[in-house]
């Protein structure tokens, strides 16, 4: 079972008799090593894994639990020669189908298809109707047809398919905002929270035991949470964020959804049937049998983004920065793999900057950069418009690479996987792909941030006058106007820039060329050095 299969409402283990089946975990160092992972997700992802263990003894199936230092299918070739073949569900992540491929090849292991999906590579491809680009809205409608939720004879509940438009309101203290759950210790998580000090120790974040769920009752405290506390203002407040409140009225629950521990069927399920406004039902369902889905499906047909000729695919896996920061290599003393490469590297606005240090928590002087960067390296999590309006935009606004920005979100984020995170970041947070599976690059001005934000008011710049952010904004239509004209979502926007005159524009190019210098170096911003 993959470390992300961790359920026995799904495949053979729903099914058979438990006393008369097998389960192989593997936890596997060589994995950990791979890239700089925060200590939260090793602690994630392992605890959950003894856990899992546990519960499944527990209900009398036979598990061996495997320890290895090396690729997966080192550690379960010797096991598929003794007691023959084995079967596995379509594994989610690329990196772990690639390594298994010459077990498959051999006969020595079988996939069988995953089940923790919602939907089916043939439902995406009709939703498409074989054309590109591709479209999360005309999945979606398709598959809301398709499976009936959220709709009344054919037509969908509430007349229209998506509430976004209602729910852009900016977040004023009012409703209180939820205080997430603490989770309790248990003997496996110490066990865990241990040995990573011992063998991880080097990896980076903070580990903070008490808000690992690891458990079945953990899983429900969190479900139940997310349900009372959450989703009653989830579509109103989905795109505000504070200062006050690392995750407003965001669910959390994306670690458990990717490791399986809690199933997108249920929660779709579940929410469909929950009393609260259709706004809220709608805006959460969306995120799941839509985003969740289709980004998955994006990942699978184009092989992690491998499938266009001219793009470049790194050798190695990326460090998103760390050394530049660190001053030192990652210390991957472990043999790598030649099977695996470092993911595809698609730049269609080009990568001219490196990740600055600021997102390793260097501080940078912006209050909203340094005010999420924190809250990552705390907790492994941010929510969704952190990630895309102040991490991403800040990093497309500069021309950061969007491989190396990806590698970044990876190692920094407890739910990230690569056909999760790479269509994110490359597709969604850094226009990476072009208009390949989002329709414009999600960037803005210190406006929107002041208006969607309480950061600005913790800031040494003022939005409405010196932010840095603003002419960043409009250097980066400037530059990449000739790439954009064609995108009619941006015509606004490019015409705006186009009325600029030419000493704004120069000054434009001047904050561009300084912040870019500064952050890259290290340095914190400040008015008085952007000014000079
Ligand atoms: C630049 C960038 C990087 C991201 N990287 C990841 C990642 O590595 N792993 C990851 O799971 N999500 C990623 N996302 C999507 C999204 O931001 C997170 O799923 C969400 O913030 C998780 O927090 P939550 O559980 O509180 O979400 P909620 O806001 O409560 O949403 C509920 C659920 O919807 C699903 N969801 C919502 N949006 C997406 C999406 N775009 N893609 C996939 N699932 C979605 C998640 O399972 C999430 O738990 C990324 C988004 C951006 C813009």
Request: proline share 7%; aromatic share 10%; glycine share 6%.
């Amino acid at each position: 079972m993959p470390y992300d299969q961790l359920s026995d409402q799904l495949g053979p283990l729903a099914r058979e008799n438990p006393r008369a089946f097998g389960i192989i975990l593997i936890e596997n160092r060589w994995k950990a090593e791979r890239r700089p992972y925060h200590k939260q997700k090793l602690a994630f992802v392992l605890s959950n894994s003894r856990h899992f263990a546990l519960e499944q003894a527990g209900r009398g199936v036979a598990v061996r639990y495997l320890f290895c230092d090396s690729p997966y299918r080192a550690a379960l070739k010797p096991v598929c020669a003794e007691l023959g073949p084995l079967e596995v569900m379509q594994p989610a992540e690329r990196e772990l189908r690639v390594d298994l491929q010459p077990l498959l090849d051999s006969g020595a292991v079988k996939i069988i298809p995953h089940e923790g999906w919602l939907t089916t590579a043939e439902q995406f491809h009709a939703s498409q109707k074989n054309k590109m680009p591709w479209r999360m809205d005309a999945f979606y409608r398709h598959v809301r047809r398709v499976t009936g939720i959220l709709m009344n004879s054919g037509k969908p509940l509430g007349g229209k398919f998506s509430f976004d438009a209602e729910n852009r309101r900016p977040w004023k203290h009012e409703p209180t905002a939820p205080t997430p759950p603490s989770f309790a210790l248990t003997d496996i998580k110490s066990e865990v929270g241990e040995l990573i000090e011992k063998h991880f120790a080097h990896h980076p974040g903070r580990l903070d035991l008490s808000t690992v769920p690891a458990t079945l009752h953990d899983t429900e405290q969190l479900w139940d949470w997310a349900k009372r506390e959450c989703l009653p203002w989830f579509g109103p407040y989905e795109d505000a964020m504070s200062a006050a409140s690392r995750s407003l009225f965001h669910t959390r629950l994306s670690p458990l959804l990717n490791l399986h521990r809690l199933l997108p069927q249920r929660v779709v399920a579940e929410v469909e049937q929950l009393e609260l406004p259709l706004a809220s039902r709608e805006g959460f369902i969306r995120q799941i049998l839509g985003w969740r889905e289709y980004v998955h499906h994006v990942h699978e047909a184009t092989d992690g983004f491998r499938n266009s000729p001219s793009v470049e695919i790194r050798k190695a896996p990326g460090d998103g920065g760390y050394q530049r920061w660190a001053k030192k290599g990652w210390p991957v003393s472990l043999s790598d793999d030649a099977r695996l490469d470092g993911g595809a590297a698609p730049a269609v606005l080009g990568d001219q900057t490196p990740l600055p240090p600021a997102y390793w928590g260097e501080e940078s002087g912006l209050a909203c950069l340094d005010h999420v960067v924190n809250a990552v390296w705390e907790e492994g999590y941010s929510h969704h418009i952190t990630r895309l309006m102040v991490l991403a935009n800040l990093a497309t606004l500069l021309d950061v690479s969007p491989r190396e920005l990806t590698d970044w979100f990876w190692a920094a984020y407890s739910d990230a996987y690569d056909w999760v995170v790479e269509p994110n970041v490359l597709g969604m947070g850094t226009f990476a792909l072009g208009d390949f599976i989002t329709t414009k690059p999600y960037v803005s001005g210190a406006a929107y941030l002041n208006r969607m934000s309480d950061y600005c008011s913790h800031c040494a710049f003022d939005p409405k006058t010196n932010c840095p952010i603003t002419p960043l904004y409009w250097a980066f239509l400037a530059r990449h106007a000739e790439k954009l004209k064609t995108n009619q979502r941006l015509a606004l926007a490019l015409a705006s820039m186009r009325k600029r005159s030419a000493t704004q524009r120069r000054h434009d190019q001047e904050i561009f060329g300084k912040v870019r210098e500064k952050l890259i170096a290290g340095e914190k911003l400040t008015p008085a050095l952007l000014e000079a």
